[in-house]
Structure formats: structure tokens, C-alpha cells
């Protein structure tokens, strides 16, 4: 079984700071990571993946991502954060075993980015 | 990106009636959709798997008989919620993939908001 976990429910940062919104994951294969964004009363918007290859990927508004397998993590990051990151975050696996796209997701990180 | 596209937005029903939601992708084939189901402040719940010219696959603790989805083409499945009652007032979400085998992203509507009286 594949399954994700998001030990935060609020991340508070200052705008300008560096923000980090943690993501570990179990799965029996390889893994494929994603990050996804909602907005208030929104669907979610695709911010990266972790397929293969190089450990940090980049993605969407400046956000990156660093896969480690070692602590099977998958944390989200940004050097300097804007007030409109505030949103949803949801981290998301997919087992490479399976060969289907059926995403497990967390339960979701609340960022606040205080001006 | 891929787009998929959800309606309707908001609906407002009576307790007793059946409603409709479709989700379409507007610019790719998807043999397979998504339905998710999304509390306030949790997370998604998928329902189920929607699969293009067969039954759809439900979660467990799901009712088939309450979510009726249809998947009659490439690019539209619909989730009817039948008689619905206020408990099933909800945000629904559907997604879908580009048929990667797995290491694509999934593509969502903007979600539609039940509300049932």
C-alpha cells in the first residue's frame, strides 16, 4: 500500500523568509512524487514531480522539491516566500508497481505567508 | 497544461433530488478519470476510478448505487449523486491523466460545490 504523511496541518512564515512544507512517503516500489496547490474553493494546481533522475526538482511560482530516499522524504521548499503562496498544499505518491495513476494524497499543509 | 473542466461549479438542491456533475478534458483523451470528495479543511477522499467504456471501480465505504458514474467517452464522465440528503453536501473534484502510464500528473477541475437543503 502506498501512503503519504504531512506532519504539519499549519506552516506560518514570514513573507520573504524561506518556507518548507514537509512530505514523507511509503511505498513498496519506486516512488512518484508530486505537489499540488489549492486555493479557496478551488480544484488543485500541479506544482512538481519526482519521476526519476536528479534528487531536487523545480517547479511552478518558484517552488522546489528535494526527493530523498534515504528518509523517504519529499519536502517542499521556496527561498523567499510571497504573501500569495498562501494556500493548501497537498503532497501526493504514486507507487511505480502499480502502472496505474492513482495518487494517495496527505492531508493537506495550511501556509500562511504573514506580511 | 492539460485542462479539465468541472460543472457545475455550485449547485443547490433539495433533500430528494438527483444531481449531475461532469467532468470534461478539453484537450486530451483520458481512459481514466477520478472522483474525489474534499470535507472542509481535510483532505481529498477519492471515490472512485472512472474508467472509459466500463464500470467505474469504487473505494471501499462508497455506495455505488448513491455515486452513479458514467464514463461514456474520452473526454466527459459524469458522477450523478442520487437522492441526495444534506450529509452528501460536499465539494466534489474530479481529475484526470494524459494516459501516461503512471508517471504523469493528474489534471483537476476547479471542483463543484453541493449543497443540499
Known amino acids: 500500500a502506498q501512503s503519504v504523511a504531512q506532519p504539519e496541518d499549519q506552516v506560518n512564515v514570514a513573507e520573504g523568509n524561506p518556507l518548507t512544507v514537509k512530505c514523507t512517503y511509503s511505498v513498496s516500489g519506486n516512488p512518484y512524487l508530486f505537489w499540488y496547490v489549492q486555493y479557496p474553493n478551488r480544484g488543485l494546481q500541479f506544482l512538481l514531480k519526482?519521476?526519476?533522475?536528479?534528487?531536487l526538482v523545480k517547479g511552478s511560482y518558484g517552488f522546489e522539491a528535494e526527493f530523498n530516499k534515504s528518509q523517504t522524504s519529499f519536502h517542499l521548499k521556496k527561498p523567499s516566500a510571497l504573501v500569495s503562496d498562501s494556500a493548501l498544499y497537498f503532497c501526493a505518491v504514486r507507487d511505480s508497481n502499480f502502472g496505474n495513476e492513482k495518487l494517495t494524497f496527505g492531508t493537506g499543509t495550511r501556509l500562511t505567508i504573514i506580511p | 497544461g492539460a485542462v479539465v473542466s468541472q460543472h457545475p461549479s455550485r449547485v443547490i438542491c433539495k433533500s430528494g433530488t438527483s444531481v449531475k456533475i461532469e467532468c470534461r478534458s478539453l484537450?486530451?483523451?483520458?481512459?481514466?478519470m477520478f472522483w474525489y470528495r474534499q470535507f472542509p479543511k481535510q483532505s481529498l477522499m477519492l471515490m472512485a476510478t472512472?474508467?472509459?467504456?466500463?464500470?467505474?471501480?469504487?473505494e471501499q465505504g462508497v455506495e455505488k448505487d448513491k455515486f452513479l458514474i458514467n464514463h461514456a467517452s474520452l473526454t466527459l464522465s459524469t458522477l450523478t449523486v442520487t437522492s441526495a440528503h444534506p450529509e452528501d453536501s460536499s465539494f466534489y473534484i474530479c481529475s484526470a491523466g494524459g494516459g501516461t502510464g503512471g508517471t504523469g500528473e493528474l489534471f483537476f477541475g476547479e471542483g463543484s460545490r453541493l449543497t443540499v437543503l
Open positions: 484537450d486530451f483523451q483520458a481512459t481514466t
Open positions: 472512472s474508467n472509459e467504456g466500463s464500470k467505474a471501480t469504487y
Open positions: 519526482y519521476i526519476t533522475g536528479d534528487n
